[in-house]
């Protein structure tokens, strides 16, 4: 009986050796000549264009799409199509995958290692297709002008300047129902958020107009502030100090209700604070340009010369009010700098990795509004120039 257990045991496991071993042997021989054929198509048509043969190439591409059709499946991923029929200048073909863009309805023969789309951007860049010629081919409407011009303009330079993000948003602003917007918003990538903060410092030179003139020299003081770029968008928060001397008497009333003349010579302390929020119409790796407004902005003039330790009170002010105005500044880098420790989420908020010293002008004007309140009216224009220090990209 054990004899017969030990042989039964020993067929078993002879048996289920010859079963594994099939099945390996089967697994290496076995060859799917259709995902050969396709891997092979690939590499010859990548081959084909770095060799300059782009009649192959081209003959390549129409096979093996021929090919991925019959099979109801896809050779080439959409972006690859999409390169593709650029290089081969098929631009109703190229329209035409814009306008039927449709994302996650993509299904792939099989899974290809070589790569097509990055050898046909790079041949791409070499020989950029003029809007023109392109013309002379296939008649474009205002919309397919401008929807090309953004798609050459991402195969060339890529999608992280303000160019691409300005070209981008011009596009779904003026063409809100295009047929196309698919593509732009699923197909492209999304405009990313370029931000800098910056913080400057520097004299702060202003100009009394109206019945301010008539009362006060020009005030000379400091001005501080921190700088935010979000994108095309400009905010600054900042603060001013200045000091400004009376020309003639001026009779105030103060604070605890107290009257007092100030005579020729007195100095009144003026302060501005507020928000500047503007709109960049220049911004490049050296330079912005951004007119502003300043609504949220608040200012007073004031004096505590006759304020004593027993009179705490005696603080008389010229104004205390909103200032709003408008103004514009420039900012102009003047080199950049390695930055060792770089802040944990600079990477999300698209921060560059230096920061970077410069120069600002900024010139503009505050209104000042004459009341009960304020007994002098007026404007006041004024120029800074600041030092600048910052951390981030243009």
Not at 106 to 121: L, N
Not at 136 to 151: G, K, M, N, P
Not at 310 to 335: I, K
């Amino acid at each position: 009986m054990k004899k017969n257990h030990v042989l039964s045991l020993l067929l078993t496991m002879l048996l289920c050796g010859s079963a594994t071993a099939q099945i390996e042997n089967e697994i290496k021989n076995y060859v799917d000549s259709a995902e050969v054929l396709m891997n092979n198509g690939r590499k010859l048509l990548v081959t084909s264009v770095k060799n300059g043969n782009r009649q192959k190439s081209q003959e390549v591409f129409q096979y093996l799409s021929m090919k991925g059709d019959a099979q109801n499946c896809s050779v080439f991923s959409f972006n690859e199509q999409l390169v593709l029929n650029v290089f081969f200048k098929n631009w109703e073909q190229v329209l035409d995958l814009m306008r039927n863009y449709q994302s996650g309805h993509e299904e792939m023969c099989y899974q290809f290692a070589e790569s097509v789309q990055e050898i046909i951007e790079s041949e791409f860049r070499r020989d950029i297709p003029d809007k023109e010629v392109v013309q002379q081919s296939v008649r474009l409407s205002i919309e397919e002008q401008e929807l090309l011009d953004l798609y050459f303009y991402f195969l060339q330079n890529g999608s992280k300047d303000n160019k691409y993000a300005s070209l981008k948003t011009r596009f779904l602003n003026k063409f809100p129902f295009s047929k196309y917007q698919n593509f732009v918003n699923n197909a492209l990538p999304d405009v990313e958020m370029n931000i800098d903060v910056s913080c400057t410092l520097g004299p702060k030179f202003s100009y009394p107009v109206g019945d301010l003139y008539n009362y006060f020299f020009n005030p000379v003081g400091l001005s501080l502030s921190t700088d935010f770029g979000f994108s095309h968008y400009y905010v600054s928060a900042y603060l001013d100090f200045s000091f400004a001397m009376l020309k003639k008497p001026l009779t105030l009333t103060g604070i605890s209700g107290n009257s007092h003349q100030f005579i020729a010579g007195d100095v009144f302390k003026k302060y501005d604070m507020g928000l500047k929020t503007g709109y960049f119409i220049v911004r490049n790796n050296r330079l912005f340009i951004a007119p502003y407004a300043s609504i949220l902005t608040g200012g007073y003039m004031e004096s505590r010369l006759y304020a004593t330790q027993e009179d705490t009170g005696a603080e008389f002010n010229v104004y205390s009010c909103l200032t709003p105005g408008l103004g514009a500044c420039a900012e102009y880098r003047l080199f950049n700098y390695s930055m060792k420790n770089i802040p944990f989420y600079s990477a999300f908020l698209n921060f560059s990795q230096s920061g970077y010293v410069g120069i600002k002008l900024d010139a503009g004007f505050n209104a000042v509004f004459k009341n009960t309140a304020n007994p002098v009216g007026g404007v006041f224009s004024y120029a800074t120039i600041s030092f600048v220090i910052g951390y981030g990209k243009l």
